[in-house]
């Protein structure tokens, strides 16, 4: 870096730039130059800086930060970010502060996929602009809630789905208000394709390379139960940091609500190959895609610890997510939501009596409604973008001064 300022400190130096000013050519392009050179010793297969594809509007760049590090302020910034640490994550309505929450869950894929991807040398802006977007638009109630809203929304029209990856673009492209009237974050291509790509909930991934040729289509127009790979190897590491974030951590949880016991959770070899905790689960998966990704086109685990991730996830579906005690909760969640989605349903009909009620639940839904950033979409889908807004804490409260007598 000394010969980075050795080289360009003398024209550098003689430009002429009030000290006041924050934003001014020289200071652009030294910071520029230290960029690009520090890019240059990135992996051959990372995604630089320089390489992207870019904004669908045309912005004037920052002379400070990188278009990644302004995606990830944008998405840090917004109000959608903030809702998440009042959002479920899989556990309902806690009352133990230790039980993990939607936002906790992001901050766990941030922190593990930074890691994997500084070792693999890769483009940790970029990595952390989608790991901290990807769950961005996740509805209340965690996957119940999406289930239910998927749900609703088929039942007024077929051809609509809601799928918490897509709605994250949804809410960073077109619902998220930037400045006061303007809304959508305009987020660059990588960040977009890694947030609506990242879903990690497919079990038979051990391997992923990136589909670099993905089109701008293949993006904004994801169809339903698509699991194109993301276009990136940046975002190729988010997909697996968002699995391996939550194996270990649900167990953790279950044991802490009383939901699973101390007893052996998966078969001695599991154990064996990763052990018990969090920490050694997280600490060996990660160990793992490191060694089998150095220097590779590829983020890759080893199929014996990939059989034995498998393995915790499965006891997670059926030991955890179909307990009794969850499956209870899932009951009341269905039954608030189906209900919140219907009574707003029927103020569509006529959204100015709704907007002039004496319910402040359906007031403030008339509200959204009527400033809705997409006015010709249809009715249904502006009641499940309000919905999926919702923290749980929200929904709860919504549903009480809906149908409370």
């Known amino acids: 870096m000394d010969n980075l300022f050795d080289f360009f400190g003398d024209a550098l130096g003689n430009l002429p730039v009030e000290p006041h000013l924050i934003n001014n050519y020289r200071d652009a392009r030294t910071i520029e130059l230290i960029r690009s050179e520090r890019e240059k010793t990135l992996s051959p297969f990372a995604m630089r800086t320089d390489k992207s594809r870019g904004r669908i509007h045309q912005e004037e760049p920052c002379a400070i930060r990188s278009p990644y590090e302004r995606d990830l302020g944008r998405i840090i910034f917004s109000q959608s970010f903030r809702r998440l640490r009042h959002k479920t994550q899989v556990f309902f309505n806690p009352v133990n502060d230790h039980i993990c929450s939607r936002i906790e869950h992001v901050i766990y894929v941030n922190y593990i996929s930074t890691i994997i991807g500084r070792c693999l040398n890769l483009n940790i802006d970029l990595i952390q602009a989608i790991a901290l977007g990807h769950d961005i638009g996740h509805s209340p109630y965690g996957h119940t809630g999406e289930r239910v809203l998927n749900k609703c929304i088929k039942s007024v029209d077929p051809s609509l789905f809601f799928e918490h990856e897509v709605h994250s673009l949804r809410v960073l492209d077109v619902l998220e208000e930037h400045r006061p009237n303007e809304y959508g974050l305009n987020l660059t291509f990588e960040v977009r394709d890694g947030i609506v790509a990242h879903c990690g909930e497919t079990y038979d991934e051990y391997s992923l390379t990136p589909y670099r040729n993905k089109t701008e289509d293949e993006v904004s127009k994801k169809p339903e139960k698509d699991r194109t790979r993301p276009a990136t190897l940046e975002g190729c590491v988010v997909r697996f940091a968002d699995k391996i974030a939550y194996v270990g951590r649900d167990v953790e949880d279950a044991r802490r609500a009383g939901i699973i016991g101390n007893t052996d959770f998966v078969s001695s070899e599991a154990l064996r190959r990763l052990g018990s905790t969090n920490s050694e689960i997280i600490n060996i998966l990660v160990g793992d895609i490191v060694h089998n990704s150095l220097d590779k086109d590829e983020i890759c685990m080893s199929r014996e610890n990939f059989a034995a991730m498998n393995e915790y996830l499965n006891a997670n579906l059926h030991g955890i997510y179909l ?42 839904f008339a509200s959204y409604f009527m400033k809705h950033p997409e006015p010709d979409c249809p009715s249904v889908r502006k009641v499940v973008d309000y919905i999926a807004g919702m923290t749980d804490t929200y929904a709860n409260a919504c549903f009480d001064e809906l149908y409370r007598v």
């Open 323 to 364: 307990a009794p005690k969850i499956k209870t909760y899932e009951n009341m969640v269905t039954l608030q939501i189906e209900a919140i989605f219907d009574a707003f349903m029927d103020c569509t009909d006529d959204i100015e009596k709704a907007a002039s009620s004496k319910n402040e639940a359906i007031r403030s």
